[in-house]
């Protein structure tokens, strides 16, 4: 994952209301962040894949941040 995407992924998240974040499941959290990306500009099927499995390892980590907003 480049330096680049992993910027856009936490200031995407660090702007959106935690009660979207904290209001998800963690698949639901992933699929979101994702389409929230692809909106933002193309992603190739690896980095979809990669960006997947990042979230889904971070999603405790989001949410304690969203919580603590």
């Known amino acids: ?5 992993l ?3 936490w200031s ?3 702007n959106t209301q935690a009660n979207i974040l904290l209001g ?3 698949a639901s959290l992933a ?3 994702l389409q929230q990306l692809t909106s933002q500009q ?8 990669i960006v997947n499995n990042y979230i ?3 999603t405790s ?3 304690d941040l969203a919580a603590q907003r």
Do not use: F, N
């Open 61 to 63: 980590l989001i949410r």
């Open 12 to 14: 995407l998240l660090e």
């Open 7 to 9: 910027r856009q992924i």
């Open 1 to 5: 994952m480049t330096p680049i995407l």
């Open 31 to 33: 699929s979101w962040v």
């Open 42 to 49: 193309m992603l190739e099927q690896h980095e979809t894949e």
């Open 56 to 58: 889904r390892s971070k």
């Open 24 to 26: 998800q499941d963690d």
